[in-house]
């Protein structure tokens, strides 16, 4: 069966993959796209895995003190064997099944029994399940392949023993009569429990369905596993479209087998409907089947929902159907759920060091193809490292994007190096600290040539600004020492800050020696505080003079809760004040 093309069929896609995100409720990922991802706090694998648990038992001990050896452990599960098939009549197969493959069961059991030697273990468990019966849905659901976390929720409320959860047992022969494993059913009694309720023949003449169409017993037996819900309902055409589609294209049940997944649900919709995007985005038959063959990934990963969040992000970054055809065939041998991640932590650093949107598409929209491979450090860490400002790592990486294959997690960053103007820079600097009094080449002057931020001659041009108000230099000189932010300003707003406080409010220079981290407050901070302080003032209920750092240098609590409360009205006069000075 083919998948049929129209000369719309593209565009339609694309609305598809743009509207998908609302229809399963997706959340924001990637910030300024407008596209959302589904969030899933522990998504599974690609790969079939075999199933480790955490939930490993932590007792080691009988109610006695006995260590629960190998050989104590064997003895139970024939106590248990014996109960569950001649004292309860449960089929052999299931009996065993449950004796055997519930270890966190048989320790718990074992934990609550009173046993002394192991030939007391039979007639101790056989003793205690005589009069507490237990609930066999726990070792039966366990056997089944499920861990306590994952099935609590699904024993029966009001009911122990099996035969009570009316077909439960019929419907399990059923599917082990089909070649489904005993120990994955759980899987299925965890996505589609209704299979279970089905009432004699219905669940055979489903299965039955299946294998009229051609599909062997054993593959049906992966894909019941893999897909439970195809039991549930009517025939999933979706998941016959899908395998005629692939078997026109040359793909096997056998290698559907092989990159089928039994740690999570297949959806067979999401994979049609993938697989439609995918040939809309391909522009022959050749290709796509080409793509499939080397990344089954992108249709099997969860169910191919990865794949549409690729694609959605790389459409709003404008990418055209060309260069999304050209990503695909450079796609890399990786989980798609990985690139994606990768894909967003490399947009959501290029938007940090604020590099323009345009930009952005651009560098996104040519080598998306290898960025989904790269896990990038962290923004901070590659600006310290790199030892540069955000607009220089910008126009590196609009001259060279790969030189961001640099900067990934493991590798050792190196500083960019110096361009001729920063050079200058930090030379006219270095002459400046000396100015200061700063040894060349020592350990104060490294640190001062940190603490000092700005270009060196931008820094003498604002030591000059306070000079030329009034400050003696060897004054000026211990200020910055002891400030050094005071030189981070404007020259024209160091000069508002001296003139506000010298001239409008007559603050000796002496106190802005003494106190030279005022200059790094704000003027709206300045003009609020010491209008607040003469409306005090005015209504005596402060005195003629105060502190410069006293005002300046306390929190906005401290400053409400000290002086603005001083006065019933105080509050309101702030605010009003704040109208007119408003805090940037």
């Not at 069929?9 to 300024?32: C, D, M, N, R, Y």
């Not at 629960?68 to 098939?85: G, N, V």
């Not at 299931?94 to 059991?109: G, Q, R, T």
């Not at 050749?286 to 690729?310: A, H």
Request: with cysteine; glycine share 6%; charged share 25%.
């Amino acid at each position: 069966m083919k998948l049929t093309r129209n000369p719309s069929g593209f565009a339609s896609l694309i609305k598809w993959v743009s509207q998908i995100s609302q229809e399963t409720h997706f959340k924001p990922l990637f910030p300024g796209t407008g596209f959302f991802l589904r969030h899933t706090q522990n998504p599974r694998s690609f790969a079939t895995v075999n199933k480790v648990s955490s939930e490993k038992s932590s007792v080691r001990k009988t109610q006695n003190g006995l260590r629960i050896t190998p050989t104590i452990r064997k003895l139970a599960e024939e106590a248990m064997l014996d109960y569950f098939y001649s004292t309860r009549g449960l089929q052999y197969m299931v009996a065993e099944s449950m004796s055997k493959n519930s270890p966190l069961f048989i320790d718990n059991l074992l934990k609550k029994v009173d046993c002394v030697t192991p030939s007391d273990i039979n007639q101790s468990i056989t003793k205690y399940l005589r009069f507490h019966p237990v609930n066999e849905f726990e070792p039966f659901l366990e056997s089944s392949g499920l861990m306590p976390s994952e099935y609590n929720h699904l024993v029966p409320s009001g009911k122990v023993f099996l035969d009570e959860e009316g077909f439960l047992l019929e419907n399990h022969h059923v599917l082990c009569y089909s070649g489904v494993d005993p120990n994955k059913i759980g899987m299925i009694f965890k996505e589609a429990r209704e299979v279970f309720g089905y009432e004699t023949g219905v669940l055979a003449s489903k299965i039955k369905a299946y294998e009229d169409l051609g599909f062997s017993r054993f593959f049906l037996s992966k894909l019941v596993v893999c897909s439970p819900r195809i039991l549930v309902g009517n025939m999933n055409l979706e998941l016959v479209k899908v395998l005629e589609t692939l078997k026109a294209m040359g793909f096997d049940s056998d290698w559907v087998m092989e990159n089928l997944s039994e740690e999570a649900p297949c959806d067979w919709s999401s994979v049609y409907r993938v697989l439609s995007l995918l040939r809309g985005i391909c522009f022959d038959e050749d290709e796509l089947c080409g793509l499939i063959r080397k990344c089954p990934r992108l249709i099997f990963e969860n169910s191919g929902k990865w794949t549409v969040v690729l694609v959605g992000f790389e459409t709003k970054l404008g990418s055209s159907r060309s260069e999304l055809s050209s990503l695909f065939q450079k796609f890399q041998q990786i989980q798609v759920e990985n690139c994606v991640s990768n894909l967003r932590n490399c947009f959501l650093f290029l938007q940090e060091i604020e590099m323009e949107d345009d930009e952005i598409h651009k560098v996104f929209r040519s080598h998306s193809w290898w960025l989904g491979s790269c896990r990038l450090k962290k923004t901070s860490t590659l600006l310290v490292n790199l030892k540069t400002g955000k607009a220089r790592l910008c126009q590196v990486i609009q001259e060279n994007p790969e030189e961001m294959k640099k900067w990934t997690m493991g590798s050792k960053i190196k500083p960019l190096p110096a361009t001729e103007e920063r050079t200058e820079s930090k030379s006219m600097k270095t002459q400046f600290l000396c100015y200061l009094g700063y040894k060349e080449n020592s350990q104060e002057m490294e640190k001062a040539l940190e603490r000092f931020c700005g270009r060196g001659s931008e820094l003498r041009e604002r030591f000059n600004v306070l000079v030329s108000l009034g400050f003696k230099v060897k004054d000026a000189k211990e200020m910055v020492k002891a400030s050094p932010k005071i030189l981070s300003q404007a020259s024209d707003v160091l000069e508002s800050k001296v003139h506000y406080l010298v001239k409008e409010l007559g603050y000796p220079l002496s106190t802005l020696v003494d106190f030279p981290s005022c200059l790094k407050f704000t003027l709206q901070r300045m003009k609020l505080r010491f209008a607040m302080f003469s409306w005090l003032q005015a209504r005596g209920k402060v005195g003629p003079k105060i502190k410069v750092s006293t005002m300046l240098a306390c929190s906005d609590k401290i400053f409400v809760s000290f002086f603005v409360n001083r006065h019933p009205d105080g509050s309101k006069h702030l605010e009003d004040l704040k109208k007119l000075h408003p805090l940037s």
